[in-house]
């Protein structure tokens, strides 16, 4: 897969990564055993960038991916991870998530994450949903990670988000290498295109476009009644949207999966495009759609007539 620069960090992920929030039983329960399968899927197919959270089943995704990685020669690979939530244990025993985007929480939550994982360093950090705590995130936070990229603690920092207002308040940040579109850059929905992207552009930011399938409702050729978005029953409207596309991909001698990873990744702007999965099986089903050479354009140019996509 060919890789694609964060900035001018000089750090290089491939053309897809592996998300892990469903290592953290996102939906349904996970297994140490399938996550390993699907990271050697995700491995055999020369996926070579792997993203996790603390905020991701309370660290178990982090846990699962270290496991998972621990055979790998760390120099082939590519890691993220977020900061901002730091998982403390509360009065009632119970582990709970804590906000912090100080430069010692964030020190702390890097630190922590590589105990979970089991790995002497990540490659990239990423402040994490900053919306919750913008001005924080702004002030404390931004300047935290400046400091540990030039310490070399990581190589490469950015945001991660699917919040717009967060997006647009770091979009412009020359001191960024990256950002992380979650479900704003899909063929569904678009907004991070208004502004944010050309933002980026200007400033010298890479993406790193996540979510592209709006919470599964673009991984099927035929979007189901009960399809999620944003990790709930999906908006009549928006449903009928997916459908409605699913219908003229078809048309268009293609599938709504094919022509969502291939709208995602359009941009050269676009490092990486990001997916999860539950099983090793959707792992090699989407690396044959993404790797799909036959062009779209005329889906592309009839979605714009339409008003699906913007010119």
């Given at each position: 897969?060919?890789?694609?620069?964060?900035?001018?960090?000089?750090?290089?992920?491939?053309?897809?990564?592996l998300g892990t929030a469903q290592f953290g039983d996102l939906y349904q329960a996970m297994t140490q055993d399938r996550a390993t399968e699907i990271v050697d899927a995700a491995w055999e197919a020369g996926i070579r960038y792997f993203d996790t959270?603390?905020?991701?089943g309370l660290g178990r995704a982090e846990q699962r991916l270290g496991l998972a990685l621990r055979s790998r020669p760390r120099a082939q690979y590519v890691l993220s991870s977020k900061v901002g939530r730091l998982l403390r244990v509360d009065s009632s025993g119970e582990l709970t998530r804590h906000w912090d985007f100080t430069?010692?929480?964030?020190?702390?939550?890097?630190?922590?994450?590589?105990?979970?994982?089991?790995?002497?360093?990540?490659d990239i950090a990423l402040l994490?949903?900053?919306q919750e705590r913008l001005t924080d995130a702004l002030r404390t936070g931004l300047p935290a990670l400046v400091r540990l990229r030039e310490e070399g603690v990581v190589g490469a920092i950015g945001v991660g988000t699917g919040d717009m207002t967060a997006l647009a308040a770091f979009a412009n940040r020359a001191e960024l290498d990256t950002i992380m579109i979650a479900g704003r850059y899909?063929?569904?929905?678009?907004?991070?295109?208004?502004?944010?992207?050309p933002a980026a552009r200007a400033a010298g930011i890479s993406l790193l476009n996540a979510g592209v399938f709006n919470s599964g409702m673009l991984a099927q050729e035929q979007?189901?009644?009960?399809?999620r978005y944003e990790y709930q029953a999906a908006p009549r409207q928006l449903l009928a949207r997916a459908q409605r596309l699913a219908q003229l991909t078809a048309a268009a001698g293609t599938t709504l999966p094919r022509a969502a990873?291939?709208?995602?990744?359009?941009?050269?702007?676009?490092?990486?495009?990001v997916l999860g999965a539950d099983s090793a099986e959707q792992i090699r089903t989407n690396?044959?759609?993404a790797q799909d050479p036959r062009p779209l354009d005329g889906l592309w140019s009839e979605l714009v007539t339409l008003g699906l996509i913007p010119a």
């Open positions: 897969m060919r890789p694609g620069e964060l900035g001018s960090s000089g750090v290089r992920v491939t053309a897809l990564g959270a603390p905020h991701y430069e010692a929480g964030i020190r702390r939550s890097i630190e922590e994450s590589l105990q979970r994982l089991g790995l002497d360093r990540l994490h949903d900053p899909t063929l569904l929905e678009q907004p991070a295109l208004a502004g944010v992207v979007p189901a009644p009960d399809a990873l291939a709208y995602a990744a359009r941009d050269p702007l676009v490092a990486s495009v690396v044959r759609l």
